[in-house]
Nanobody, 127 residues
Framework: VHLVESGGGLVQAGGSLRLSCAAF?????????????IGWFRQAPGKEREGVSC????????YYTDSVKGRFTIFADNAKNTVDLQMVSLKPEDTAVYYC????????????????WGKGTLVTVSP
């Protein structure tokens, strides 16, 4: 599977951005889009990569790290094989490169459990 992120940019604190992750090659023989869980991770300068949110495509279950609960919403468009991350009330500490990742083993906030990765999109939140 090939993942491509889009939607990053520069925004002022309190603003909103919507990131999108497009997945290609997910319907391949015995596998289908429903087999995947898609997660969003981020890596701020000088910090380790952290899990932000994840969605199980087949079950529709969503997960969020505590720091983004109530501000970020993850949702899937199963017709387009995309997973978007709507971010509101952004804070400077949300500044990071945001990555989407895919797994057929369920959602995880451990990057080692997500074998497929996009190249990332930069989100910068100014004070």
């Amino acid at each position: 599977v090939h993942l491509v992120e889009s939607g990053g940019g520069l925004v002022q604190a309190g603003g909103s951005l919507r990131l999108s992750c497009a997945a290609f090659g997910v319907n391949d023989g015995a596998l289908s889009w429903d087999d995947y869980s898609i997660g969003w991770f981020r890596q701020a300068p000088g910090k380790e990569r952290e899990g932000v949110s994840c969605i199980s495509i087949s079950r529709g279950r969503t997960y969020y790290t505590d720091s983004v609960k109530g501000r970020f919403t993850i949702f899937a468009d199963n017709a387009k094989n995309t997973v978007d991350l709507q971010m509101v009330s952004l804070k400077p500490e949300d500044t990071a490169v945001y990555y989407c990742a895919a797994s057929r083993l369920g959602c995880s906030f451990s990057e080692y459990s997500m074998p497929e990765w996009g190249k990332g999109t930069l989100v910068t939140v100014s004070p």
